[in-house]
């Protein structure tokens, strides 16, 4: 159907081409244009946490402050580099572009359940996140992103109840997307849609949106508790006043916790998605896959405890903690299993995405069963706030959730933009950013194990060269971002013209063309099988002829 | 009103739902998930109450008698007979008896201001006795269980006072419900906006119903 | 303090048990990475596109495989969180006989009193082989006492005391930091953990000028801040008195409660006793007790206190 249609036609008629003026895009209640609101909006976050990130590294590469010359300063970078990464970058990345631009089509809507909803949460994204820009121009924050009490509520002379509230507010817009894909996913599915025929990407966009929906509201009350500690002077958490400390550790991770799912989650359904595509295999497992998100989301809720260990909680609630911490390592250990099994007897293309969802299996391996280390309750106690943690949860947040981010954006950028990027500088883009990041963060573990204490400025010389190898790596992986956003952004102009399918991929949103009508589809498609529908036997007749259609389109825009 | 007219005034679907029984499962749907978030929104208040009214049972007992049991009874008798009133509407709206739920959503709003004028009376009154945490906190009823009495106040206020938020946008809500009714010739999606309002309300009153009992009665329930 | 830098120092008797359910954990790690990668890499080259590899009856799901690595994972889960369970316990349980030592953290130091009354900042002595617990309170945010040749660590807590105990099995100087941030200059609090011979460690304690024991220091700050006036043997108010109070069953009321609890009157219960008291009044007995802050009586010196009541509650129960 859509080979018929000229691509200049169909340019004409996308959801891009939809209005032009900036009204068109402010006001849009198309899920597609929401994502990519978003999507230029952590982009822009993640440079701003990427770059305190590069400082912060730099200045590491000496035992002493000199780079940055008071530990003030390196203190509220730190902090900046937290909190702008994991709630202006992690936790909308994949829920709020790919899963925004992305559920919809897949599961044949038209549109999400609220589209005005849709638009009000990326308002509300942008109130917390200009709210939270102001506060580091006005001179930052220095409490590190968890706000622990009774520092942050009694000690700190930095502007955290501003911190705080654009924190609290953009909790609101993690809710509305939350609720947005919970309902577009049970009301919106078009027929022959069946929950086991939902794509895995789905599942795992449902999955987090119950932890956002559930846990959400309990970080936002925590640091209103903070706020109003800190404005009224009210002994809520401080101990001289006749509060609990601890309590505020116990509501914060209840959160904390289960967020931090909310960083890995989406990542297994991008991975999902392309594993099978460039394997030319159905997903293996696929129930048990489905099924192991919603338990890491159910489990999520109840492993916050181990993250106080040493808090001074009780050593009975520790057993408790860590006995289910441990049984996280079940559902996790079904996913990167059947991963694996999906590429036996598959016909595998290397493509970008592929590479970097390769990248995530691995990657995620080593964070995941550090996690299990890290729930040794033994071995907690001498890691616990040490680097070990460090490289533990940005293999997790970074080696895994930013690699699936990109590989998505990678894997959908047809989708999205109609156009295809440079394969070649795609490939090497993630080779660099591979290896760039095991050099930045393996060494950490082994400064962990040494006894490195986190958010520090200065450390004693014998960590040292440690700290240059991972500063060399992190160098690395900064050139390793840059590429891609300079040659996703050169493809818009001098990419080549996308087909509706070029991977020959299955799945509804490439059933559409590329990129996508304003109502996804010229009629609503109807779902007759099992998804993953691959062949590895005809894969090369159709990896050909999808190469081939591409290769016939012109280079330059015609419109 | 004659049915051709009626189907004239078919509810707008908006575009991207397929039939308006979608349309009407998403609204209900969300609304339910919504207030499964507001409920653990509250819950945080709830868990720290419940870990400062153990640590500190008699202070909290101390502090809870300052509180005017009597308005508190009166707002919950009030809110109730609200929530009465609101189910009535959605009954009305049902039933497509376009007048009746005109009045019911009307008496709802009425009811619901007559809680925010007593709670703001009791405010009132709480603050003129230095109840309100911060620097003009006292508690010369045992100066030495201030400290924690000045807890208890504090969560006090960011309960009823969250409670009376989400009351004021139920008021607006139901306002603008009726408002829409009101204008238009009964149509269908009214129905379903009822129900979303009902069900909003319901949920501040239940929240109420527990806040009553562990704020106001500490000392009456042990 | 040189060493390869790429495992650290065991100093402790812990550190030998922490390290063994560490290296079991990253042997597990090894293997698992390994066996994923190799399946991987096997996988990739023998399916990349175009080569001839038989690729007919793929499975698409199999129970019994995905039982398998449910069941594998499992019972390693299971094994791993007995043993560490084990080794954490024992962290946690210090001996009877341990020689304590009080640490008071403030913004950005520690402040350590030996209980012969010797004190120090950010340097601990400890002697070689001997159970050491570690008594400590946070004046101000929450710290955390850490030292890694040891494998121990506990965060110190405003307003209530915690512990850790340890025995150092290695003569030399370890790193002792800070492990929770706690502001500012969170980096440069920290110090180091001396571990000397039994006989160094004596002649280190007669060193320079001592104030007398803990206990004695105690009982100065307990006369000069009048507490005998109600506590001692002429007391004009009636107040319980404090001999051979330490270590037994108090009975105490709660207001609003006619019961009456037996609590043990540990440190916790004298600290709060000094810092609130209104909140466990022995029975038969008015709350008269003023409430005495940081300010009147310092961290410090409240350990003090507890040392000298500790000391009479021994001399009364040895009589």
Known sequence: ?559 | MSTTHELLQEPPLAEHFDDLEQQHLSAQLGMWIFLATEALFFGGLFCAYTVYRRMHWIEFVVASRELNVAAGAINTAVLLTSSLTMALAVRAAKLRERRWLLIYLAITIVFGAVFLGIKAFEWSEDYERGLVPGSLFTFPFRPEFAGFAEIFFLLYFLMTGLHAIHLIIGIALVATVAGFCARHQYVAQGENLVEMTGLYWHFIDVIWVFLYPLLYLIDVHR | MAHLPFFPEQASSHAKDVDAVFLAGMGILAFFTALILILIVTFLVRYRRGTTAERDNAPNTSLRIELLWIGIPLIISIGMFAWSAVVYYRLYSPPADAYLVDVVAKQWMFYLQHPEGKREINELHVPLGRPLRLRMISQDVIHSFYVPAFRAKQDVLPGRYTSLWFQPTRVGQYHLFCAEYCGTNHAVMRGTVEVMEPADYERWLGSGSSEGSLARQGEQLFQKHHCGGCHGPSQNVPAPPLQGVYGGRVPVTREGDPSTNFITADDRYIHDSVRLPKKEIVAGFEPMMPTYDQTELSEADLLKLIAYIKSIGAEETSK
Not at chain 1, 192 to 217: C, E, K
Not at chain 1, 222 to 240: C, M, Q, S, Y
Not at chain 1, 433 to 460: A, H, I, K, S
């Open chain 1, 1 to 559: 159907m859509s080979v018929a249609i000229a691509p200049e036609e169909r340019m004409a008629r996308s959801y891009l081409t939809d209005g032009y003026n900036l009204k068109s895009w402010l006001l849009t209640t198309d899920h597609k244009r929401i994502g990519l609101l978003y999507m230029v909006s952590i982009t822009l976050f993640f440079f701003v946490g990427g770059a305190a990130a590069t400082i912060l590294r730099l200045e590491l590469m000496t035992p002493k402050g000199d780079l940055i010359e008071t530990a003030d300063a390196y203190n509220r970078m730190f902090t900046l580099h937290g909190v702008v990464m994991v709630w202006f970058f992690l936790i909308p990345s994949i829920p709020a572009v790919l899963g925004n631009f992305l559920v919809p089509v897949m599961i044949g809507a038209r549109d999400m359940a609220f589209p005005k909803l849709n638009l009000l949460s990326w308002y509300i994204f942008m109130a917390g996140g200009i709210i939270v820009l102001a506060t580091l121009i006005a001179g930052g924050v220095d409490t590190g992103w968890t706000f622990y009490v009774p520092f942050s509520s009694m000690f700190s002379n930095t502007f955290v109840v501003p911190a705080a509230a654009g924190v609290f507010i953009v909790g609101f817009s993690s809710i509305l997307t939350g609720l947005n894909i919970i309902v577009t996913t049970h009301t919106m599915r078009c027929p022959g849609m069946t929950w086991d025929r939902l794509p895995l990407f789905v599942w795992a966009q449902y999955a987090t949106s119950l932890i956002m929906v559930l846990a959400t509201p309990v970080l936002a009350i925590t640091v209103a508790l903070l706020a109003a500690e800190r404005i009224w002077g009210v002994g809520i958490f401080d101990p001289r006043l006749g509060g609990d400390p601890i309590l505020f550790q116990h509501l914060f991770w209840f959160y904390s916790h289960p967020a931090v799912y909310i960083m890995i989650l989406p990542g297994f359904g991008v991975v999902s998605e392309i594993i099978p595509c460039f394997a030319r295999r159905p997903i293996f497992g696929y129930k048990f896959m489905a099924g192991a998100l919603l338990a890491i989301a159910f489990l999520g809720f109840i492993v916050w405890g181990h993250h106080m260990f040493v808090s001074g909680q009780s050593m009975y609630a520790g057993f408790v903690f860590s006995i289910i911490s441990f049984l996280v390592a079940i559902p996790s250990g079904i996913k990167v299993f059947n991963w694996t099994a999906t590429l036996y007897k598959g016909s595998i293309r290397f493509d970008t995405p592929m590479l970097y969802a390769l990248g995530f299996i691995g990657l995620f391996t080593i964070g995941g069963l550090t996690g299990l280390i890290l729930a040794s309750l033994a071995v907690d106690v001498h890691v616990h706030d040490t680097y070990f943690v460090v490289a533990h949860f940005h293999y997790i947040m970074v080696g895994g959730m930013v690699m699936a981010y990109l590989g998505g954006i990678h894997f959908w950028w047809p989708k999205l933009t109609g156009r295809m990027y440079s394969e070649w500088w795609g490939k090497l883009s993630a080779l660099i950013v591979f290896f760039g990041f095991n050099l930045t963060f393996f060494p950490q573990f082994v400064l962990g194990y040494l006894g490195m204490p986190r958010r520090v400025y200065e450390y004693t010389e014998d960590y040292q060269i440690l700290h240059i190898m991972s500063t060399l790596g992190a160098s690395i992986l900064a050139v390793g971002y840059l590429l891609p956003l300079s040659y996703l952004i050169l493809s818009l102009w001098f990419g080549k013209h996308a087909t509706g399918n070029p991977w020959s991929a299955t799945g509804l949103e490439w059933q559409t063309t590329s990129p996508p009508p304003t109502h996804n589809f010229e009629e609503t498609p109807v779902v007759t099988e099992a998804p993953y529908a691959y062949d590895p036997v005809v894969a090369e007749a159709e990896y050909r002829a999808s190469l081939a259609e591409i290769e016939e389109r012109p280079r330059v825009n015609h419109t």
